[in-house]
C-alpha cells in the first residue's frame, strides 16, 4: 500500500485477446484514476471492453502494454490471492461464482481462505447477512434459492472479505425492481462505508443511483468520462455508443431550453425544474 | 401502427393453476387471460410471479417435459397443448427464454435452425428455404456456418428466436427476451418482435421487467402477482395506477412517476417520452 495513491489506476492499457486472425483488442490505451472511496460506473456495450476493465484490476488478467496498479502496487508483481484482499470481484451470474453447500458456508468462504479468525469470521457473516436480509436464509443451500436471492449471497459473499475495493459485474441484470433496488442500496452502504466500488453496467437507473463519475468505453477506448448529469446529457455520446439515458434525463432534455440547463437524472430532479418559474409557464402547472 | 386485432381468441385461459411437485405454493395459482389474434401484450411481475411458468405451459413443456399438476382451461389456437405433443404446438407457440445458452445445442447456425424443423418431419427439400427466411429474419444470414457459441449474446438470442420463428408460429412469446443483452442487443430483439407483429400480424407476448420499453411498443399490460392476472388494460391505463403497482414493488415509467407526481388526481398520465412532452403541451 502506498499512503495517497489512487485505489486504482490504469495508465496506458492495452489488452489483447489472442485469436487465431491476430489477437482481438479489447483495451486501447486506457489511462484512469480512481481515487479511494469513489464509486465509478463503467458503461458500453458488449464488446466495449468492460469486462477486460474488471479483470485487469483484479489480476485476472495483465496488460500487454501499460500498467494497472491497486493501491499504488502494480498487479503483474502480485499474485491474484494478495489482490483479493484488496479487490472483490462480484460475477455478473451468481451461478458461476456460489458452491457451498450452505448461505452461512458461501459467506464463510472468502475470509477463510484470507486466513481470518473464526470467531471474527462469525461476526462478519452475522453482520453481513443481516445488512443483506440473509439472516433466515444461513442454512439454505444457494440452489435451492430464487435467482434474486442468490445474487444477494453472491455480493454478500465478497462483502465478507472486506475488500477496499470492489468490482461488480452487470449487477442487476436480470433482476426485478424489487431486487435492483436492494443492490442499490447495497452499493450504497459500500460507497458509505468508504469502499471504492467499479460497477460495470449499462442499467443508466443504476449508475445514476450509485455513480459519483461514468466511463464510458467504447471499442477499448475511454470516449466520456465525468459525472452522470454530464455524459448522460451528452447526447451526441449516448447517440455513438448507442446507450439510452433514464427517460426522465431524455424528456428533461427534451423540453424547451432542456439544452441550456443541468439535465434532470431523477424524477423528483425533473419535478424541482419543471416547479421552477422558467418551466411553469410552457403547461400552465400548478 | 394498427394493431391487426381480430375478435378470435388465440390464447384462451381460464382459472389455470399450476403446481409444481413438491413446491410449496401453485406457481400459477386462478389465472384468466384470452388474448386476442395479433395483439402485443406485454406481461410485468416480480420474478417468481409466475412469467415463466404461463410460457412453459402455452408451449407444453409443463406438464410434458417439466412435471407438475395442471388444472382449469389451457386453449391456444383452439387446441390445449397438453393433449399433444411438444413438437406440434411448435407449430403454433414458440417461446425464447432469457438465457439462449439453455437454448442453444447444434453446431452450427444452420443446424441450430433445423433442429426444430426435423423434428417437425418438415420435408427436407423444403428446410433450406424456411431455414433461410428464419435467419434473414432476425438479421443471422451472415453467420450460417459459425459456432452458436462463438456469437455474441445479442446475436445468441436472435438465433434462439430464429430456430423458433423457422417454425412458423402463430404465437410469440418472449420471457425477459433483454435481460442479459446489451442496450443494442434489447433495440434489436424488441424491434424484430415489433417487425414481426406490425408486418407479419404475429400474436406477441413478451415479459420483461423493461417497463418503459413495453410502455412504448405493447397493445396492453397484463400485471402477474402470485400467479394470477391482478392488473390489465392499455399501458396507459394500467400504467397510471402508479400507486397500486407501488404496493406490488413495480415501477411505473419514470415519465408516468413524474406526471402523476405532479397532477395526482390525473386519470391519462404518459408513459413514454413523447407522450409526456405532449401531455405537458410541449410537443
Known sequence: MTANAPALAMADVRYIYPSPGGGVVALDGVTIEIPPGQTLAVAGQNGSGKTTFGKLVNGLLHPASGSVSVHGQDTTARRVQDLARHVGYVFQNPNHQLFARSVREELAFGPRNLGIAEAEIDRRIGEVAEAFGLTGQLGDHPYHLGFPIRKLVSIASVVTMRPSIMVLDEPTTGQDHRTSDAIVRVIQELRDSGVTVVCISHDMDLVVAVADRVVVLQAGRVVADGTPRVVLADQATMSTTRLRPPQVTRLSLALPGGADRPAALTVDELLRDVRSAGLARVEGLP | ?283
Open chain 2, 1 to 283: 401502427m394498427t394493431p391487426l386485432v381480430s375478435d378470435a381468441p388465440i390464447v384462451s385461459i381460464a382459472d389455470l393453476t399450476v403446481s409444481y411437485v413438491g413446491a410449496d405454493r401453485p406457481a400459477i395459482d386462478g389465472l384468466d387471460l384470452e388474448i386476442a389474434a395479433g395483439e402485443y401484450v406485454g406481461i410485468i411481475g416480480l420474478n417468481g410471479a409466475g412469467k415463466t411458468t404461463l410460457g412453459l405451459c402455452l408451449n407444453g413443456v409443463v406438464p410434458h417435459a417439466i412435471p407438475a399438476d395442471v388444472t382449469g382451461k389451457l386453449l391456444v389456437a383452439g387446441i390445449d397443448p397438453r393433449t399433444r405433443r411438444v413438437q406440434d404446438t411448435a407449430r403454433t407457440v414458440g417461446v425464447v427464454f432469457d438465457n439462449p445458452e439453455y437454448q442453444l445445442s447444434q453446431l452450427t447456425v444452420v443446424e441450430e435452425v433445423a433442429f426444430g424443423l426435423e423434428n417437425l418431419g418438415v420435408d427436407p427439400a423444403e428446410m433450406p428455404a424456411r431455414i433461410a427466411e428464419a435467419l434473414a429474419l432476425v438479421g443471422l444470414e451472415d453467420v450460417e456456418e459459425r459456432s452458436p457459441l462463438s456469437l455474441s449474446g445479442g446475436q445468441q438470442q436472435r438465433l434462439a428466436l430464429a430456430s423458433v420463428l423457422v417454425m412458423r408460429p402463430t404465437v410469440l412469446f418472449l420471457d425477459e427476451p433483454t435481460a442479459y443483452l446489451d442496450p443494442v442487443g434489447k433495440a434489436d430483439m424488441l424491434a424484430i418482435a415489433d417487425r414481426l407483429h406490425g408486418e407479419d400480424g404475429m400474436t406477441v407476448i413478451v415479459a420483461d421487467h423493461e417497463v418503459e420499453a413495453l410502455a412504448e411498443i405493447a397493445d396492453r399490460i397484463v400485471v402477474l402477482d402470485a400467479g394470477r392476472v391482478v392488473m390489465d388494460g392499455p399501458p396507459a391505463q394500467v400504467l397510471a395506477r402508479v400507486e397500486e403497482l407501488a404496493k406490488r414493488e413495480l415501477r411505473v415509467p419514470q415519465v408516468t412517476q413524474f406526471a402523476h407526481a405532479l397532477r395526482p388526481d390525473a386519470q391519462d398520465l404518459p408513459v413514454t417520452v413523447e407522450g409526456a412532452l405532449a401531455w405537458l403541451g410541449a410537443g
